[in-house]
């Protein structure tokens, strides 16, 4: 019985020690060019809302929006807005669940819900 546990250890070392000697003469593997567990930096991510500059210089950002029909509200950078209101000439004609519809000169502009910041920054 003493020589049995010794002679499975021997099979399980030789069985183990044939993949890794075949290894030892591969070539070693490339190092990643970047850390996947890293966390993204929160101020390299600017949602596309935030970068719509207009040609009136009006960077429009739309925080929330609530549809609810006739009584729909936008959040415009901290204004709220019902259906039929103005800002910078831009009137509010539709709101979304994720998107709020202006109009000016008879061209709409639509705006996404900006992205909220993962670390609550404003």
Do not use: Q
């Not at 549809?67 to 204004?79: H, K």
């Amino acid at each position: 019985m003493n020589g049995r546990p010794s002679l499975v250890l021997l099979c399980a070392l030789l069985a183990l020690g044939g993949p890794l000697a075949a290894r030892a003469g591969d070539t070693p593997p490339r190092p990643l060019r970047f850390n996947p567990f890293a966390r993204p930096d929160p101020s390299a991510i600017t949602p596309a809302a935030a970068r719509l500059v207009l040609a009136d210089g009006w960077a429009p950002v739309l925080s929330a929006a609530l549809a609810d029909g006739e009584a729909s509200l936008a959040n415009l950078g901290g204004v709220i807005l019902a259906i039929g209101e103005e800002t910078h000439g831009y009137r509010l004609v539709a709101v979304d669940t994720f998107e709020a519809s202006f109009e000016k000169d008879g061209a709409t502009l639509v705006l996404p819900v900006a992205p909220r910041d993962p670390l609550g920054r404003p």
